[in-house]
C-alpha cells in the first residue's frame, strides 16, 4: 500500500505511488468478481450461524496471499555507510536510555509507593497485635476471677448470714427482757377480780394457765415465718384480753377478717 | 430478491485507489440509531492520519455521488437493539457489499445494550448473522461521552489495521489469532 511507505523522500513516495497505481491498474483489468454473502441468502438458510463457505476460500486466499508476501519481500537492510550506521545506533541507544530512564523513575516511585504501604501494613499489624495482646488478657482475666469470686461471694453471704442471726438473738433476747419487764401477766388480784366480773361458768381459768405476751408474740412470729400462707394464731381465754387489744390497737397484730379469734402478726417486714 | 441485480451497486473495497494518509470508515444504520453522535466522536479521537467518516442509512449508496466518493476502508453496520427495523435494514443491507469486506474490514456495532427490559432484536439473531459473515460484533452504547469514546477507539483500532496503517499487521493476521485464541 502507498499510505504505509515511509515520506521522509519525497521522490521515492511518487516512485511507490505510480507503482501502486500501475498495481491498481492491473487489478481492474483482472476484474475480480464480487463475494455475495447474504445475497444467495434463500439458498443459505439451514447455515445461517456458520461462516459462509464463500468466505472461507476468500478468506484462505487471503493469507495464502499475505504469506507469499512476506515470504518474498527482502528483509530490509540497514546501509554500509558507517555515518547512517552510527547515526541509526546512537539514536536507539538514546531512545533506549530514555525509555530505561522513564522506567526507572516509575520502578522508583513503585518502590517508594510499595515502601509506604509496608510500612502502614506494619503500623496496622503492630495496632493489631496490641489488640490481641488486650483482648487475650480480657479472656484470661475472667476465668481466674471466676474461679476467685465465688469464694469470696460465699464468704461473705455466710458473713451476713452469721451477722444476722446474732443480731437477731440479740433483738429477740431484748425483745424477751422488754416484754417481761414492762408487760408481765397480771397479780393475782387484778387476775381475781377480773375473773369476779365473769360468769361463773368461766371462772374455770387459773393464773398460772395465763399465757404471757412474750408467749403470745413468740407464737405470732413463729406461725408467721413457718406457715407463710396462714400466718394466723386462735386465741382463746387463756390470752389475756388487755393485751390483745394491746397488739391489735398498735398494729402489731391483725384480726382475721371472717374470725374474730384468729390473729395475725401485721406484715410490717414486707 | 435472491441475486443482485446490479453489480455496480455492490460496495467493493478495491475499486478505488487509497488516499495517502487517510482512511475512510462507512456507517451504516436506520435514522435514529446515533450515527452522527459515534461520527463526532470518531473524528474528535486525535490521530497521526486523517480519518473520514461517512454516514448512510442503507446500502447500495447512491450512484450520483459515485466519483466524489473516497475509498471506504471501514464498514460499521449499526444496530440498535431496541430497534427492530434498524437490524431489517442491516439485513438488507448485507446483499449489497462485497465479501471481501468481512475479511476484517467491517463490524457490528450493537447500540443500547444496558436497556435489557425493552431489547427486541435477540443476541443469538444477530450473533448467528455476525458468524455467518466471520464479522466481530462491539457492543456498547451512546448514552455517556465515556462509552461513546471507548466504541470509537475500537472502531478506530480496527480501522487502522484494515486501512494498512499499522506496520506488519494484517487483519488476516489478527483473525489468525483470534481463532487461535477462541480454540484455547
Not at chain 2, 72 to 77: A, E, L, Q, S
Request: charged letters at 30%; a negative charge; proline letters at 4%.
Amino acid at each position: 500500500m502507498a499510505s504505509s511507505g515511509e515520506s521522509d523522500i519525497v521522490a521515492k513516495t511518487y516512485a511507490k505511488m505510480e507503482e501502486v497505481e500501475e498495481t491498481f491498474g492491473e487489478l481492474e483489468k483482472a476484474s475480480v468478481p464480487t463475494i455475495t454473502v447474504i445475497g444467495a441468502l434463500g439458498e443459505e438458510d439451514a447455515s445461517i450461524s456458520e461462516l459462509s463457505p464463500k468466505l472461507l476460500t476468500a478468506r484462505f486466499k487471503r493469507i495464502k496471499a499475505e504469506l507469499n508476501i512476506v515470504e518474498n519481500s527482502a528483509v530490509p537492510i540497514v546501509s554500509d555507510d558507517e555515518d547512517v550506521q552510527f547515526e541509526i545506533f546512537t539514536k536507539e541507544l538514546e531512545k533506549d536510555i530514555l525509555e530505561l530512564q522513564e522506567t526507572y523513575s516509575f520502578v522508583c516511585g513503585q518502590n517508594k509507593d510499595i515502601d509506604n504501604m509496608i510500612k502502614k501494613e506494619e503500623d496496622i499489624l503492630d495496632q493489631n497485635k496490641c489488640v490481641s495482646e488486650m483482648l487475650q488478657n480480657r479472656i484470661q482475666s475472667p476465668e481466674e476471677e471466676n474461679a476467685r469470686v465465688p469464694d469470696r461471694k460465699k464468704e461473705e453471704i455466710y458473713q451476713k448470714i452469721q451477722n444476722g442471726e446474732s443480731y437477731l438473738k440479740e433483738v429477740v433476747k431484748k425483745l424477751g427482757s422488754f416484754v417481761d419487764k414492762h408487760f408481765p401477766l397480771p397479780s393475782q388480784e387484778v387476775f381475781s377480780e377480773q375473773m369476779n366480773k365473769l360468769r361463773s361458768a368461766d371462772r374455770k381459768l387459773k393464773l398460772r394457765d395465763m399465757i404471757s405476751l412474750k408467749q403470745i408474740l413468740e407464737s405470732l412470729m413463729n406461725k408467721c415465718v413457718d406457715e407463710p400462707s396462714d400466718p394466723y394464731i386462735a386465741i382463746d381465754h387463756r390470752f389475756w384480753p388487755p393485751y390483745i387489744e394491746l397488739l391489735l390497737r398498735c398494729q402489731i397484730a391483725l384480726r382475721h377478717p371472717d374470725n374474730k379469734d384468729r390473729i395475725k402478726l401485721a406484715p410490717f417486714y414486707l | 430478491m435472491t441475486e443482485v441485480e446490479n453489480e455496480s451497486l455492490v460496495l467493493k473495497p478495491f475499486d478505488k485507489l487509497p488516499l495517502l494518509h487517510t482512511a475512510t470508515i462507512l456507517l451504516i444504520g436506520s435514522e435514529g440509531v446515533g450515527k452522527h453522535d459515534l461520527a463526532k466522536s470518531i473524528v474528535g479521537i486525535d490521530t497521526d492520519v486523517s480519518y473520514q467518516v461517512r454516514t448512510t442509512v442503507r446500502l447500495p449508496l447512491p450512484s450520483i455521488k459515485e466519483t466524489s466518493r473516497p475509498r471506504i476502508d471501514f464498514v460499521c453496520f449499526i444496530v440498535d437493539l431496541t430497534n427492530k427495523e434498524s437490524f431489517n435494514n442491516i439485513e438488507e443491507s448485507l446483499k449489497y457489499i462485497d465479501g471481501r469486506y468481512f475479511l476484517g474490514r467491517a463490524c457490528f456495532v450493537a447500540l443500547k445494550v444496558k436497556n435489557n427490559a425493552s431489547r427486541c432484536v435477540h443476541l443469538e439473531v444477530l450473533t448467528s448473522l455476525a458468524d455467518h459473515c466471520g464479522v466481530p460484533i462491539l457492543y456498547g452504547g451512546l448514552e455517556t461521552d465515556a462509552e461513546s469514546m471507548t466504541l470509537a477507539r475500537q472502531i478506530l483500532t480496527m480501522t487502522e489495521i484494515a486501512a494498512g496503517f499499522k506496520k506488519n499487521v494484517s487483519p488476516a493476521l489478527i483473525d489468525a489469532t483470534k481463532i487461535a485464541f477462541n480454540l484455547l
